[in-house]
């Protein structure tokens, strides 16, 4: 069966360390993102990309960097430079510039500090 | 700029009992809207969505929502919850600018009471 898959699924993180976040999908989209979920405050996107090779910062990319090298990963990297890391990370992947396609969510990655 | 308000932040219902989730929106345009749940834990699984066309959407688990375009909202509705349906639930609205990008609300948490 297509769809995302987020690892690991619990991630520790000791001050001043970066850690990666991953994401793989199948589904053959085009387009990934990466959101960040905070009790109380719904989704907020930390970037995009719309292809291979390219991507966007969303509302709150301070912190975290991304690469695309591959069209099926979309690592995210939660950089020592991001002060209040502790949430819940959600990656989701849609075929792009389609008429309101929707998006596909994977399981998440729950980030602490230890 | 395009925005989604949920106003109920928890909602409580007896099982069998219907069920009304409140969702406006804010954009210029015609939008495209979503409704997704999220049991905890978990990713987002989209329930349903409405584009164009017939306003009166149905959607996976026996939902439904209803496209007002004069309110302004996007309400889901469910004849009979079940205990099953406790969960987290989002609208989300988006538009085809470039990239899909879609503004969530801050989610309505359900809570089924036997």
């Known amino acids: 069966d297509g769809g995302i898959t987020q690892s690991p699924k619990y991630l520790f993180r000791k001050e001043g360390q970066n850690v990666t976040l991953s994401c793989e999908q199948n589904l053959n989209h085009d387009a990934m993102y990466w959101y960040r979920q905070d009790p109380g405050q719904g989704l907020r996107l930390i970037y995009y990309?719309?292809?291979?090779?390219?991507?966007q910062k969303g509302d709150i990319a301070e912190g975290y960097s991304v690469s695309r090298e591959k069209k099926e990963s979309f690592p995210l990297t939660v950089t020592s430079a991001q002060k209040n890391p502790t949430a819940f990370y959600l990656c989701a992947s849609s075929i792009p510039q389609g008429i309101g396609q929707p998006q596909h969510f994977g399981d998440g990655t729950r980030l602490s500090i230890l | 700029a395009q925005s989604v308000t949920q106003p109920d932040i928890h909602i409580t219902v007896s099982e069998g009992a219907s069920l009304e989730l409140r969702c406006n929106y804010s954009y210029g345009a015609t939008p495209y809207l979503f409704w997704y749940v999220q049991s905890p834990g978990q990713g987002l699984q989209l329930l349903l969505k409405?584009?164009?066309?017939?306003?009166l959407v149905q959607g996976i688990k026996g939902f439904e929502a209803e496209f007002k375009r004069s309110q302004s909202s996007f309400n889901l509705r469910k004849p009979s919850v079940h205990w099953s349906d406790a969960a987290e639930y989002f609208c989300a609205v988006g538009y085809s600018g470039g990239y899909q990008k879609v503004t969530f609300g801050i989610g309505t948490k359900l809570q089924v009471i036997p």
């Open positions: 409405y584009f164009s066309g017939d306003t």
């Open positions: 990309s719309q292809i291979v090779n390219d991507f």
